[in-house]
């Protein structure tokens, strides 16, 4: 099967904002679209084995650099508002309704895009087919003290652009030694996280985990139980919640974060595109 290839910046917005990239994956005559949104400090290229895995199926995909990730313009990893983010998907959206014409579209987010994308999804579910998360994030890991959930507030307000080392690294992602080495030497994956970024996406948290009903999408979520940045609880609070009468939790036993840089994201993957592809 042909597949085409394609990325280059978003200029031309619909909302006001700082300029975008997209890359794609698009086999001729496609069975389904999908709609990539990635992570925190992240970008939509290092999914492009997963995109190539789909389209050799028939199923198409375009992944988005969202605002201060990757290739698009704007400061690292800041946002004034969460809801910047769901503005950046909207044009995610216009990109594969442009490519998908008949054909049905999904969307699909990891850790912070899994949040991005259960926001979008709840406020703006437009004519997605089903919605696909990966490790969302809809709380931490690790415990944080009070003290220092107080000092981000204060510095959200004082100096929002404050960035502080994430902590983010390869290690805690795969146990693949190759994505391992991949993601700690990418020049477009960045080590740290802004004071308003921290304090935003704990307020869209509560949001998306309070209106988890209203979600009533299809739904596949998968996480492993292995997870060192994102709560697995967390998640699966929110996969309860959910109002959808058609809804997948997808358990992997000792996986990290990136369940698609493992050894098993080809059996993950696949798992996916039989999933989207029951339902078109």
């Known amino acids: ?72 313009t704007g400061a690292r990893g800041f946002v004034t508002r969460f809801e910047e983010y769901l503005d950046d998907t909207a044009e995610l959206a216009r990109l594969v309704a442009d490519r998908a014409r008949e054909a049905p579209v999904f969307l699909f987010g990891h850790s912070m895009g899994g949040l991005v994308v259960a926001l979008s999804a709840i406020e703006a579910p437009r004519k997605w087919r089903g919605v696909l998360l990966s490790a969302p994030y809809f709380g931490l890991a690790m415990d944080v003290s009070a003290a220092k959930k107080a000092a981000g507030r204060i510095a959200s307000r004082l100096a929002p652009r404050l960035g502080l080392p994430s902590g983010l690294k390869g290690s805690d992602m795969s146990h693949d030694p190759n994505r391992v080495r991949e993601h700690d030497e990418d020049p477009l994956v960045f080590p740290h996280a802004t004071a308003r970024w921290f304090r935003e996406s704990t307020k869209a948290q509560a949001r998306a985990l309070n209106r988890a009903r209203a979600l009533t999408l299809p739904l596949y979520e998968v996480f492993g139980t292995d997870d060192r940045i994102v709560s697995y609880s967390a998640g699966r609070r929110f996969f309860d919640a959910v109002g959808s009468s058609d809804k997948t939790f997808d358990e992997r036993a000792g996986l990290f974060h990136e369940v698609l840089m493992e050894y098993e994201w080809e059996d993950i993957a696949g798992t996916m595109e039989k999933w989207m592809l029951a339902r078109i």
């Not at 994956?25 to 709609?35: I, R």
């Not at 050799?56 to 995909?61: E, M, P, Q, T």
């Open 1 to 72: 099967m042909t597949v085409h290839h394609d990325e280059g910046a978003v200029t031309q917005r619909a909302v006001p904002g700082p300029a975008l990239y997209f890359t794609s994956a698009m086999p001729d005559n496609p069975k389904a679209v999908v709609g990539v949104v990635h992570g925190h400090a992240d970008h939509g290229a290092r999914y492009a084995h997963v995109m190539d895995f789909w389209a050799a199926r028939g199923i198409g995909s375009v992944a988005i650099d969202l605002r201060g990730h990757g290739r698009a």
